[in-house]
């Protein structure tokens, strides 16, 4: 079958889950994500912010099955009995309506208005509709004004403490005998002071029977402090005495000269000996090896300088015996100078190599000396060792009663600072503190949903786009759905190419977008081999920027390299742009449209460029009618002179978009190549130039995928390139548009 008889019907693609498929939507969609968190975000945050925060306070108590003892020492004794019931009995007292109602009255909440919602501008409770009626049907008739007061009263209280109990939380922590008191409010300071009061409350009745207790403990604490400080003291003496007759200041390094000195000799000896061992191998590779190769010499600026002479006078040394023998007067000055620079270097290195020896020397002997000291101050240091073994005796006697002596001070003073309190079976753990963040709304949890609901629609929305989306998104879609040969892969260039993109192939072959565009060119060439190669190729793509001028241009040197006789045309007549790669005067000296017209002849318009066996035709002035010109008797038969001339002719022609152009252009050229870009070539135009080159039977080549993001479709291979910048199209009517780069406009074509 010919290669422009294609199939009616398009094979569809296979509907496959790919994972690096769905990373590639949500990496192409991250702004449409981003957009959707933020939205879910912001709306989170301002409801949030709307809501009217509900403050915590929180405190803890600990209780004991027994009264705490009042040293350390004897609280070692006292097993910790934990028992379930009597916690469970101190969460019932703690949640009693008589204790909340106590802390009712203490803080009159009966008349805050932020505790009793319902009380009046006047400062009575209205209990509220229901309450009302309620009253109207409860109440006998007969019934005094009193009754009716108590009742009211009664309901009152009974709703400010279901109030009160409701924002009221007693918990118990697991396997502890610490209950947590909390309480919620729209103010933070009323959350704050119910708490505290709380505790107050319920402790206050123990604080009178443990006031005594505690004043006798803490004296009987007063004598044994006194105890325990004359055994300090005397500890103290005896040790001091014992100093004194030792002759031992101390034993501690940094105090005692001979530690002191035995530490500071051992580590300048520890110096010394890897000092002498680097020396000492630094000697012996000098002399095994000498000291040509050594850093110290290559690195000598004075042996490097000598060295560049030597190289030079020796090859202007060579140079001269090629011509002269050498008893030539210059070849002798030459030589002499040689031996002069040469005598240098090895003077040079063997002062280099005396220093290394001298160094090593030094280093030895300050080691034997080192060593000599070390061994003085450990006999030193072995003599005081045998006289401090009582001394340390006496040192950890006084240790041990400072430890003792300042134990007692701690806990006297402690028993001081919270007498009435911690003398009790109940402990305060923590008061309630103002609480500075509401604990309701929870702005981070909420944002932290808000978060992970926005990433999960944001998501959802990218697929649903990515389905309603009718771009190409991947290679294998052109081959499946249209039946379309991929002819090469070109990938995203990185940034630094953006000025010289249009010639990367010359200026960076070795850049993985030239690479491409080589292999691009054989799979060309094999593809057409069987039917004798095609000579004329029209490049082209279906919109505007997919960088189908760079391409052609790119392809076009690599032709030129290859050996062929390459001409490029750009037959772009509605916005040119290659005259601007090639030679900005081009346009000036007449082109493509002044050739069809006739103004101009073949030879005219054919530019020579920098790069051998590649030829150029530009534009020419931009024309009010280029589908005509195109189309005329002289183009087709200016084409079949060029055949006989050239080995390749390329033809840039302008996208399709809807223009009649590229139709013109394919009847006349042997090879139709597209340029499709991965998330920019839509189906539907992809569909209809397929069906367009095919019911004017032109031969479609294949395509090239242009700016294919390689990072992400194929891991690192292509890590290395980024992307490029092409110069987008924006076409108009065509018949009054100025191009872009100064290309004047054709007012009128004469009669082709």
């Known amino acids: 079958m010919h290669a422009s008889e294609f199939p009616a019907s398009f094979p569809q693609a296979e509907d496959e889950i790919d994972l690096r498929d769905c990373l590639e939507v949500l990496v192409r969609r991250k702004w449409l994500i981003g957009g959707v968190l933020f939205a879910v975000f912001v709306t989170t945050f301002i409801v949030t912010l709307a809501m009217t925060p509900i403050y915590k306070a929180t405190g803890k108590l600990e209780f004991n099955l027994q009264p705490p003892k009042v040293t350390t020492f004897e609280d070692m004794l006292v097993p910790q009995t934990q028992t379930r019931e009597f916690m469970n009995t101190q969460t019932k007292l703690l949640t009693s309506d008589s204790l909340a109602w106590r802390v009712i009255e203490t803080l009159d909440l009966v008349h805050n208005p932020r505790f009793n919602t319902e009380i009046t501008a006047e400062g009575e409770d209205s209990g509220g509709i229901l309450s009302d009626l309620r009253r109207m049907l409860t109440t006998m008739p007969g019934q005094g004004e009193d009754l009716d007061a108590q009742v009211r009263e009664a309901e009152v209280q009974q709703r400010l403490l279901k109030v009160f109990l409701d924002n009221l939380e007693i918990k118990a922590e697991r396997d502890t005998t610490i209950l ?23 402790i206050a009745w123990q604080l009178d029977k443990k006031i005594g207790a505690a004043g006798v403990a803490n004296e009987q604490l007063r004598k044994q402090v006194e105890v325990a400080r004359i055994r300090l003291e005397k500890s103290e003496a005896e040790m001091n005495a014992f100093a004194q007759k030792a002759g031992i200041v101390s034993l501690d390094s940094r105090m005692n000269l001979v530690y002191k000195q035995l530490e500071e000799i051992n580590s300048a000896l520890a110096l010394a000996h890897a000092q002498r061992l680097g020396r000492e191998a630094l000697d012996a590779q000098a002399r095994e090896v000498g000291v040509s190769a050594l850093p110290m010499v290559i690195d000598n600026p004075l042996i490097q300088e000598l060295r560049q002479q030597y190289v030079q006078l020796e090859s202007q040394y060579e140079d001269k015996l090629v011509v002269f023998k050498p008893d030539y007067p210059e070849a002798r000055r030459l030589k002499a100078r040689l031996d002069d620079v040469a005598s240098k270097i090895r003077h040079e290195e063997s002062r280099i190599q005396g220093g290394i020896r001298n160094d090593y020397l030094v280093a030895l002997k300050n080691e034997e000396s080192l060593r000599t000291q070390a061994d003085l101050a450990k006999t030193s240091a072995l003599d005081l060792n045998d006289r401090a073994t009582q001394y340390k005796i006496l040192e950890r006697e006084v240790e041990t009663n400072k430890e003792i002596h300042q134990s007692l001070l701690q806990r006297g003073k402690e028993i001081d600072a919270t007498v009435g309190t911690d003398i009790s079976n109940i402990q305060v753990v923590d008061h309630a503190l103002l609480p500075v963040k509401a604990d309701k ?287 987008p199209y924006a076409y108009g009517d065509g018949s009054t548009e100025r191009a872009q780069g100064g290309v004047p406009q054709l007012e009128e074509p004469r009669a082709s």
Not at 180 to 200: H, Y
């Open 180 to 202: 947590n008191l909390a309480f919620s409010s729209p103010d933070p300071a009323l959350a704050r002071d119910v708490v505290n009061t709380f505790i107050g409350s319920f």
């Open 441 to 727: 709304p929870r702005i981070q949890l909420n944002l932290m949903l808000s978060i992970g609901i926005g990433l999960l629609l944001g998501v959802a929305a990218a697929f649903l786009l990515e389905f309603l989306d009718n771009t190409i998104k991947s290679i294998d879609e052109i081959t499946d759905r249209f039946g379309i040969g991929i002819l090469g892969v070109l990938p995203e260039a990185e940034k630094k190419f953006a000025d010289r993109l249009d010639r990367l192939v010359v200026s960076d072959p070795r850049a993985g977008f030239s690479e491409a565009i080589r292999t691009t060119r054989v799979s060309i060439q094999l593809s057409t081999a069987a039917e004798g190669g095609t000579r004329t190729l029209l490049i082209t793509s279906t919109s505007e920027g997919e960088g189908k001028s760079t391409i052609a241009v790119n392809m076009a040197l690599t032709f030129a390299a290859a050996g062929d006789r390459v001409l490029i045309i750009d037959a772009d007549l509605r916005r040119p742009r290659l005259h601007q790669v090639f030679s900005p005067s081009a346009s000036g000296g007449g082109g493509l449209s002044e050739l069809l017209i006739g103004s101009k002849s073949l030879d005219d318009v054919i530019c020579a460029t920098e790069h051998e066996n590649l030829f150029f035709i530009p534009a020419g002035l931009v024309p009010p009618n280029p589908a005509e010109l195109l189309a005329s008797r002289r183009m087709r038969m200016y084409l079949e002179q060029l055949h006989e001339d050239f080995d390749r002719i390329i033809i840039d022609g302008p996208p399709s978009v809807g223009f009649a152009d590229v139709l013109v252009l394919s009847s006349l050229a042997s090879g139709v190549i597209l340029i499709s870009t991965l998330g920019r070539t839509h189906r539907q135009a992809l569909r209809l130039f397929r069906r367009s080159l095919l019911n004017i039977n032109a031969r479609l080549l294949g395509t090239i995928v242009n700016r294919l993001n390689v990072q992400n479709r194929f891991g690192d291979y292509y890590s290395k390139y980024g992307r490029y910048y092409y110069h």
